[in-house]
């Protein structure tokens, strides 16, 4: 029987999704000031989707893979944020060694297999890692995260039905936040529910509502259990949205101010906190503590990242084979 939301998974919620906001707003400073470079897509009001995730997988074992808008996964999963930051920056000490940046966040480490600029190139690579966990007999589930653009690709739909035929331990989560890039779900298909892409495959699928932890834990407790004993994967639709444009180069011309103020109204952290609040689990002290130290962690982060080294020009070579380089040139 999975275990409801008590006490301590509320105040770790806040914590954690607190600092992934904080982190992400400083990314946004550190972006205008040009010391990161490239696309960046924050997460902001995303935060309840990961939230809810890592209370229902086992980190030790079970895998993610995800495409852009990845920087704080990882560190749901574990890794500490100082080398998601320092990746941010392309420093040596980055995640992906500073080679990956913004879209390609990758820990093996603590079972985050990206990260992936290919708007839907991890759909197969998520069955594919549940295949060889399958394969080897790991009882470990993989959660394939993707957007509602994504979910328009054709390999969506050829991996559905090996993943169905094979009965693989994957779990395929769109997080649905209302745009590909600029274009909103009802300008794509003749249908706005994606979850009901999965009844043509006969896999078990729903909507979830994605801006409370406890919500998308209850639907990742039903998938995670059928995954892990053998019965193979879930679609699910996980509706939440996100309040800073698709990067930050978005003019965001589609949408009004006032739609992203009422979603603000239901705004993940703010949820947890007033709850956290109403049923007295922390004093206003203790609610104080947990928001000077995600500032603290915060400048930690950055101040890691700045001091750290740039990867050196022969550093390009590396990592990308295993045999011998003897295509170098000087």
Known sequence: MAKMFNKDAYVKSYRDMLLWRKFEEKCAALYIQQKIRGFLHLYNGQEAVLSGL???????????????????????MGLH???????????????????????????????????????????????????????NNNDAVTVCFMGDGAVRQGVLHETFNMAMNWKLPVIF????????????????????????LGLAYEMPCGPVDGMKPETVKESLDIAVDRARSGDGPTFLEI???????????DAQHYRTKDEVEDYKKIDPIDYVLS????????????ILNIQNDVKNLVKECVDFAESSPFPESHDLYKDIYDGPYNFITD
């Not at 890592?54 to 749901?76: E, G, M, Q």
């Open 239 to 249: 509706k939440t949205y996100r309040y800073k444009g698709h990067s930050m180069s």
């Open 54 to 76: 890592i209370n229902s997988i086992d980190i030790s074992k079970d895998k993610v893979i995800t495409a852009y808008r990845c920087h704080v996964l990882p560190i749901a």
């Open 275 to 286: 709850l956290i609040k109403k049923k007295k689990y922390l004093k206003e002290d203790e």
């Open 173 to 196: 989560v769109c997080e649905n936040n209302g745009y590909a890039m600029g274009t909103s779900v009802e300008r794509t298909a003749n249908h706005s529910e994606i979850w009901k």
């Open 81 to 135: 944020p100082k080398y998601v930051m320092a990746e941010l920056l392309g420093k040596k000490t980055g995640s992906s060694k500073g080679k990956g940046g913004s879209m390609h966040m990758f820990s093996k480490e603590h079972n985050c297999f990206g990260g992936h600029g290919i708007v839907g190139g991890q759909i197969p690579l998520g069955a594919g890692i549940a295949f060889a966990d399958k394969y």
